[in-house]
C-alpha cells in the first residue's frame, strides 16, 4: 500500500540563538578551567614528590655506609 521514504536528509540544525552561542562559549570556559586546575595539581604532586625524593637522599646516603648485621 503506502511505502515510507528512505531518502533522509540527516538532522537538522537547531537554530542558534545569541543564549546556546554564548552556552557553549561558557562551557569551553569552564573546560579550559577545569584543565588548567588540573595541570596546576598535576605540577604540585610532582614538586611535592620530588622534594621527597631530594630529601631522602641524605639519609639514604647515611644508612648506605651501615651494616645491617645484629
Same mark, same amino acid.
Given at each position: #500500500?503506502?511505502?515510507?521514504? *528512505? *531518502?533522509?536528509?540527516?538532522?537538522?540544525?537547531?537554530? %542558534? *540563538?545569541?543564549?546556546?552561542?554564548? $552556552? !557553549?562559549?561558557? %562551557?569551553?570556559?569552564?573546560?579550559?578551567?577545569?584543565?588548567? !586546575?588540573?595541570?596546576?595539581? #598535576?605540577?604540585?604532586? &610532582?614538586? *611535592?614528590?620530588?622534594?621527597? +625524593?631530594?630529601?631522602?637522599?641524605?639519609?639514604?646516603?647515611?644508612?648506605? $655506609? +651501615?651494616? &645491617?648485621?645484629?
Amino acid at each position: #500500500m503506502f511505502k515510507r521514504s *528512505t *531518502t533522509s536528509y540527516g538532522p537538522s540544525p537547531f537554530p %542558534e *540563538t545569541p543564549y546556546q552561542k554564548a $552556552g !557553549q562559549i561558557w %562551557e569551553f570556559v569552564v573546560d579550559l578551567r577545569q584543565a588548567k !586546575q588540573f595541570i596546576r595539581g #598535576m605540577n604540585c604532586r &610532582h614538586r *611535592t614528590l620530588r622534594q621527597q +625524593r631530594i630529601g631522602s637522599f641524605p639519609l639514604n646516603q647515611t644508612n648506605a $655506609g +651501615r651494616s &645491617h648485621a645484629i
